[in-house]
């Protein structure tokens, strides 16, 4: 019985319950703010969805006037034939660059937004759970001895050469499976990191068109790696000529973020099993 009340404690606790009193739980994502005490992943997801979604109703308009333009052709002779053609013929062009504007302006945000989590997380899981002058052993990476080195994941160590490199990517993986945080990470991670940081190193150096030969090595590594839905392109003739993410691909980076600090908070509730906050309540 909860005695100062004097009601039974199934309905005490129901009370509580109703009440919002009692334990609160936190949910993965909010205990990701454990390791990232430093960056606020959620204003900053606010505000690069704005441009995106700016950036989508923008497509649209163009598709509906590329669509218009054309049905107005097809109904047209003459002079107002050709001149609605032109159009047409313009519009497709330039909206050929603005979809690649609007890729690298994703690529803009979303790229340094994953850099900057990753990194900023592996030094929060340093402070918070290793200390900032361990390095953990029983893994490979072990073999960089200087802590920077070990929890920079811009850096890939490779055991049999004893010598480290710049390799994001493999770096991410390679940190995180040293420190156990790869076992909460999203199974297509690897898939979504590799496209993206491939793609933004092409882009950053290549601008909007790339050379010939970059254009055909990407596209080919895009059917390789089977990024179909992620990249699309336009060609002249047969030959690819400008390369951008598709909306499917930018939506789910965006989304993947989620999952991300959900992964990380599921992380840090696996080193404090105690993942309840206890509300003072009145009796």
């Known amino acids: ?41 959620e204003v900053q997801l606010i505000a690069i969805s704005a441009p995106l979604r700016h950036n989508d109703e923008a497509d649209a308009d163009t598709d509906k006037q590329i669509k218009e333009v054309e049905e107005y052709a097809r109904k047209t002779s003459g002079s107002r034939n050709q001149q609605a053609v032109d ?22 945000m979303l790229a340094p937004f994953y850099e900057s ?29 200087d802590p920077d080195d070990f929890w920079d994941c811009h850096l890939l160590y490779n055991p049999n050469t004893k010598k480290k490199e710049k390799k994001l990517v493999p770096g991410i993986e390679q940190l995180a499976d040293a420190v156990g945080l790869a076992a909460h990470l999203p199974t297509d991670l690897h898939k979504t990191l590799e496209a993206l940081f491939s793609y933004r190193n092409k882009m950053f150096h290549g601008g909007f068109e790339w050379p ?72």
């Open 212 to 283: 010939k030969n970059e254009c055909e090595k990407f596209t080919k590594r895009i059917e390789q790696e089977q990024w179909q839905a992620w990249f699309s392109f336009a060609t002249h003739g047969d030959e690819p000529w400008i390369i951008y993410m598709t909306e499917a691909f930018i939506n789910h980076c965006f989304d993947l973020v989620h999952k991300l600090l959900d992964a990380f908070g599921a992380f840090c509730k696996a080193q404090n099993p105690i993942d309840t906050i206890p509300i003072a309540t009145i009796k």
């Open 87 to 108: 159009e047409w013929v313009d519009l497709l062009h330039g909206s050929t660059y603005q979809s690649t504007a609007h890729s690298m302006a994703a690529l803009g």
């Open 1 to 41: 019985m909860a005695e100062s009340a004097g009601i039974p404690d199934d309905l005490y606790e129901q009370m509580l319950k109703d009440s919002g009193m009692g334990s609160f739980e936190m949910s993965d994502r909010d205990m990701a703010c454990a390791i990232l005490p430093d960056l606020d992943y």
């Open 117 to 145: 989590m990753f990194f900023q997380a592996f030094q929060g899981i340093r402070k918070r759970y290793f200390g900032v002058a361990m390095v953990p052993r029983g893994h490979p990476r072990a073999g960089m001895t």
